[in-house]
């Protein structure tokens, strides 16, 4: 057993059918040397207690074992500890294997192996942590942001905060999660602008695109939204990034990132 | 806030099963390459309200109310609508333009431009159609703007067909 590493099981992995493929995946990790020991999550069981305990224990890489809602579930306070964390999606929905460059099934488990780590940046909304983005569907909210600009959607429409990018619908889009800024993007309410052809325009034609380091997303009317893929409510969110906060055992570099010498003569 | 989590989280299938003890090998499941695209967009539909500063390319399709700075390159669409002074390094504006445009290189300005406003640039383009209405400083000339009782130059205009 490799004491530097602990698995953490979500607890929809009890499921009969899942035993055979967690069957596979403890044998492929003792293979590579990568066996740690396992906690399951449990309704009743505090997550941040769990991984504490393991981190007390000497481990250095927390690796999780579910889908992208356990991801979710240890988020909130999983940048605050001295760990790496890995990702073995087995399950749907795992868009954010996509924006990792992680494989799902067994094979994360090489990319466990080959051990890339990357520094990410970290989102913060208000005091909760998110890794890929905040969304608000239909919202007139304002951003406002540092600088003393204000960002307003004249007639409505969607708001976006990607740190890491969009991975919450059919396809992902890719922000840079080291350059230490978040992306807003927003997209005017569909039907803005009349005309069947209009609408055969491609998307990112009417999204507005702006880089920032913190700001406040205002609203005269309640908003609801998901961090991540968690709900949030309310009328006034604080939005920062707070840069190289959580180390994550990727499949390959980010599409965006450059080497520090990249470019040097 | 109110925060809570989302239910119903019970996935559908299992990533890979293995069949006869051999795990089907499995990819990525999405392209992440990133577009070579302007570091700033203002859409359609979209009102940006203050003083904006960039340092990447900058595109206004929608309002601007305020001032706005790039050092790189402005491009205002034909439908965007700017109510500030602007500052670039170089711009092509096809919309309105409210406001003293400074431009430290090329100023393009095509013929659906209406620009109220002086203007001072290095180089200037201007498409047949476009309406101006201020003062314009061009080529040496533009470098007189820290002293006021410097004469205006005769402006460097290169005059381009309408497309």
Known sequence: MNPAYAYIYDDFLVDRRY??????????????????????????????????????????????????????????????????????????????????????????????????????????????????????????????????????????????????????????????????????????????????????????????????????????????????????????FNVSVIPNRLKVIMGRKLAGYKTPNAGAN | MAVMSLFGSMPSVPADRPENGSPQPSVPIFNTKNKNTPSTVIAKGVRLEGDFKSQGDVLIEGEVVGSISTDSLLTVGNDALLKAGVQASEAVIAGRVEGNLNITNRLEIKGTAKIKGDIVCQTVVVEAGAVLQGNMKSGDGSKAEDNPSAPVSKPNIEQKPSA
């Open chain 1, 19 to 236: 035993q055979e493929i967690l069957d596979s995946l403890e044998t492929k990790l003792a293979a590579l040397g990568l066996s740690g020991r396992i906690g399951r999550l449990t309704l009743f069981r505090n997550s941040k207690e769990l991984v504490e305990d393991f981190v007390a224990q000497g481990v250095k890489n927390i690796v999780l074992v579910g889908n992208d809602y356990t991801i979710d579930k240890v988020l909130w306070f999983l940048p605050d500890l001295p760990v790496t964390m890995g990702y073995i999606p087995l399950a749907e929905p795992w868009g954010m294997a996509g924006l990792l460059n992680i494989p799902t099934g067994l094979g994360a488990c090489d990319i466990l192996s080959a051990r890339l780590i990357e520094s990410l940046d970290v989102g913060k909304l208000d005091d909760r942590y998110f890794l890929s983005e905040i969304i608000f569907e239909n919202t007139t909210a304002t951003l406002a942001l540092e600088g003393g600009y204000k960002v307003t959607l004249i007639q409505g429409g969607v708001l976006e905060i990607r740190n890491l990018g969009q991975a919450s619908f059919d396809s992902a889009k890719l922000s840079d999660a080291q350059d230490g800024l978040l992306e807003a993007v927003i997209t005017p309410r569909a039907g803005f602008k009349s005309g069947f052809f209009h609408k055969l325009r491609p998307a990112e034609k009417h999204e507005t695109r702006i880089m920032f380091k913190a700001g406040s997303i205002l609203s005269e009317q309640p908003m609801e939204g998901l961090a991540d893929r968690f709900a949030i409510s309310g009328f006034n």
